[in-house]
């Protein structure tokens, strides 16, 4: 299983355990799990409806692409740690990552 923190605008905090097998990115866990996530351009980094700010765990991940970081620079609360959670697959080098949703 691959553990994850999800933290949502109000600062209270949820464990998630997602299944090692699965494929899915982060940003189809977190509507899964209720969070306000959109993801209205279905996971193409197109959109910016899925921002999330990586808490702990960042240097886990795979770097952002050309693309991810092309549409993170169009937001206006943009921080050193954001990452669009499309652009997150769910995979073992997650594990224990930390991440804000920053929608309400």
Same mark, same amino acid.
């Given at each position: 299983?691959? !553990? @994850?923190?999800? /933290?949502?605008? =109000?600062?209270?905090?949820?464990?998630?355990?997602?299944?090692?097998?699965?494929? #899915? !990115? $982060?940003?189809?866990? $977190?509507?899964? &799990?209720?969070?306000?996530?959109?993801? *209205?351009?279905?996971?193409?980094?197109?959109?910016? *409806?899925?921002?999330?700010?990586? $808490? &702990?765990? =960042? /240097?886990? #991940? !795979?770097?952002?692409?050309?693309?991810? $970081?092309?549409? +993170?620079? *169009? #937001?206006?609360?943009?921080?050193?740690? &954001?990452?669009?959670?499309?652009?997150?697959? @769910?995979?073992?080098?997650?594990?224990? @990552?930390?991440?804000?949703? +920053? *929608?309400?």
């Amino acid at each position: 299983m691959i !553990n @994850i923190y999800v /933290e949502d605008f =109000s600062g209270n905090r949820q464990h998630l355990e997602i299944p090692t097998e699965i494929n #899915l !990115n $982060l940003m189809e866990v $977190l509507k899964a &799990s209720e969070y306000p996530v959109q993801g *209205t351009c279905g996971g193409m980094a197109l959109c910016a *409806t899925c921002h999330v700010e990586v $808490l &702990s765990g =960042s /240097e886990q #991940l !795979n770097p952002p692409q050309d693309q991810e $970081l092309d549409m +993170l620079d *169009t #937001l206006p609360e943009l921080t050193d740690n &954001s990452r669009l959670a499309c652009q997150i697959p @769910i995979q073992e080098n997650i594990d224990g @990552i930390i991440v804000k949703v +920053l *929608t309400e």
